[in-house]
């Protein structure tokens, strides 16, 4: 009798701890495929800038780059901060990562406009921004979608 209740109990106990734990939920509003890496999350530098002022900045820079999805010299930057990130010429990929080999955050992002580069794309020139500037030309960049 004993030994009946207590395989009662514990198929009772585990079935009340596998009902009551061991899965994560999506406590956000986006979709699971939607949730931003901590990368792309990080809005450190954004956050002290202004998208207005960031928009006038990103003025020289459309001589290459749309606010849309859509390739010019260089890639549009609407989802830049997406998890999907920026549209890229067919053929081009850099699994997720900037030209420079570095993860899509703002840090390197800022890297990436300060100091420039050569990508399978093309070539990105240095651009001399303060860190007030950068903030708000990530802050737009953060609105394009």
Not at 31 to 48: G, N, V
Request: a positive charge; charged letters at 20%.
């Amino acid at each position: 009798m004993n030994r009946t209740i207590a395989w009662m109990f514990t198929l009772l106990l585990i079935a009340l701890l596998t009902a009551c734990g061991g899965s994560k939920q999506n406590t956000s509003n986006q979709p699971a495929a939607e949730q931003l890496p901590a990368a792309l999350a990080d809005t450190s530098i954004s956050s002290k800038g202004d998208p207005k002022r960031g928009k006038e900045l990103f003025g020289p820079c459309a001589a290459c780059h749309a606010t849309s999805k859509e390739m010019m010299t260089g890639p549009g930057l609407a989802g830049l901060f997406s998890v999907k990130g920026p549209v890229l010429p067919n053929g081009v990929d850099y699994n997720g990562m900037l030209p420079n080999g570095k993860e899509r955050s703002e840090a390197n992002v800022a890297e990436w406009i300060r100091t420039g580069g050569t990508g399978r794309i093309g070539y990105m020139p240095t651009h001399n921004l303060t860190d007030q500037e950068m903030a708000d030309l990530l802050a737009y960049l953060r609105t394009l979608k």
